[in-house]
């Protein structure tokens, strides 16, 4: 313990385990970022055509790069205590780094590669750095070594493939990526230090279940902002504010699902997981899962709202559709990994929307999103008729 005191390790006593206001300042370099990205994915529908599959390959590249910033970052001040100032200094780092990949994200597989590779490495590499430094002499300062190690390793593909371009850069950061999400899987296994003690990957519960929550606050938020821009320059023509409302709804929709649960609280769930290492990387990747379809909805019934008579498009009604989808199988799997059971709902949305695929292939256009809409307000009807006291949802995180 006097270890940990004195290293300011964010489960000691002085810990009240909430995010800092440094943390939601980070969160607010991320509105910006995911709104870039949503720019990004609409340009691949309406610019990209041609090689759609391509262009949605790369966004999902860039859209992973940032999302290991900021979760890494998460982790990071859930281990250890956010108001020490080596700590900061590594939220203010990623901070830095997550604006400038933000900026040259539209052009990250363009003139900006070099850039966007460039930062990305600096910020991966200089979380680990400072705290080895931090922590000299801590038993916990070997996770970094081996994090630093992978790191390292997944930097040769960034930077190899900023350099070379074209075809070869997809390939290439695709390879980090694997290389990353390996390594975390295998516990950063490092010869001579060997994997990651999972007994001493101890975060605050409080922590990082209300981090979580946040990015998925930033994405619901995300896709308010998209909708608004979008019918802002093109006026409150009826079919456009129709659209318009359904985005805001199933907005809303989306915040009702995530934070109805079926279960302990997450925080909770976290705290009684047999394997935190496990258990905290995993439930990153649902939230991530989560993130998309909040995307990817914010995109498709932004397409339109700007063109709400556009030719009837299988791309589009399978974004119109696959957001709620994306998000609806996130759920599903955090609920099976939180709370060991997911609710039945989810299982007959996922059956509507297989149902009402060829029906929307001969509606107008125009009809998808508010089908979409319809299925989601479904599974909230019915979770509150299964559950009626778990409608209300505590309105106020408690202090």
């Not at 313990?1 to 607010?28: I, K, P, V």
């Not at 309406?46 to 998460?74: H, I, M, N």
């Not at 900061?88 to 590779?117: D, N, T």
Request: charged residues 15%; positive net charge; proline residues 5%.
């Amino acid at each position: 313990m006097a270890a940990d005191d004195r290293r300011g390790h964010l489960g000691d006593s002085r810990s009240q385990g909430r995010a800092t206001f440094l943390e939601l300042f980070l969160d607010l370099v991320y509105v910006f970022a995911l709104t870039r990205l949503s720019q990004r994915l609409t340009d691949d529908f309406t610019v990209s055509r041609r090689t759609l599959a391509s262009e949605l390959g790369q966004t999902l590249l860039v859209l992973l790069a940032l999302w290991q910033v900021w979760l890494l970052t998460a982790w990071t001040t859930s281990r250890f205590d956010p108001r020490r100032i080596e700590i900061q200094l590594v939220v203010i780092a990623s901070m830095f780094g997550a604006m400038i990949m933000a900026v040259s994200l539209p052009q990250a597989f363009g003139e900006r590669g070099v850039i966007f590779a460039s930062t990305y490495v600096a910020v991966q590499m200089s979380r680990p750095l400072l705290l080895l430094m931090a922590l000299r002499g801590h038993p916990r300062n070997a996770e970094s070594i081996r994090v630093l190690c992978w790191t390292t390793i997944a930097s040769v593909g960034w930077i190899a493939g900023a350099l070379s371009g074209g075809t070869g850069r997809g390939i290439l950061w695709t390879a980090a990526v694997v290389v990353e999400f390996l390594g975390a899987a295998l516990r950063w296994r490092t010869p001579g230090v060997g994997p990651s003690n999972a007994g001493n990957w101890v975060v605050s519960a409080e922590h990082l279940a209300e981090r979580y929550q946040q990015v998925l606050l930033i994405a619901l938020g995300e896709a308010i902002l998209v909708s608004g821009f979008v019918l802002s320059p093109v006026g409150f023509a009826v079919e456009r504010t129709a659209v318009f409302v359904a985005t805001f709804v199933t907005t809303v929709l989306f915040w009702r699902i995530y934070f109805y649960r079926p279960g302990p609280a997450l925080a909770e769930a976290i705290r009684q997981s047999r394997n935190q290492l496990r258990f905290t990387r995993v439930t990153g990747y649902t939230h991530l899962v989560m993130v998309c379809g909040i995307v990817a909805t914010a995109v498709g019934y932004g397409l339109l709202i700007n063109d709400p008579y556009a030719e009837h498009d299988m791309a589009w009604i399978g974004t119109i559709f696959g957001g709620p989808v994306l998000f609806l199988a996130g759920r599903m799997w955090d609920e099976r990994e939180a709370h060991r059971k997911v609710s039945v709902t989810r299982w007959y949305a996922l059956l509507a929307f297989a149902l009402l695929t060829p029906v929307a292939l001969v509606l107008p256009l125009l009809a998808a999103p508010f089908l979409a809409t319809a299925v989601m307000a479904g599974v909230v009807v019915a979770d509150a008729l299964r559950d009626p006291g778990q409608f209300a949802i505590e309105p106020n995180p408690p202090l």
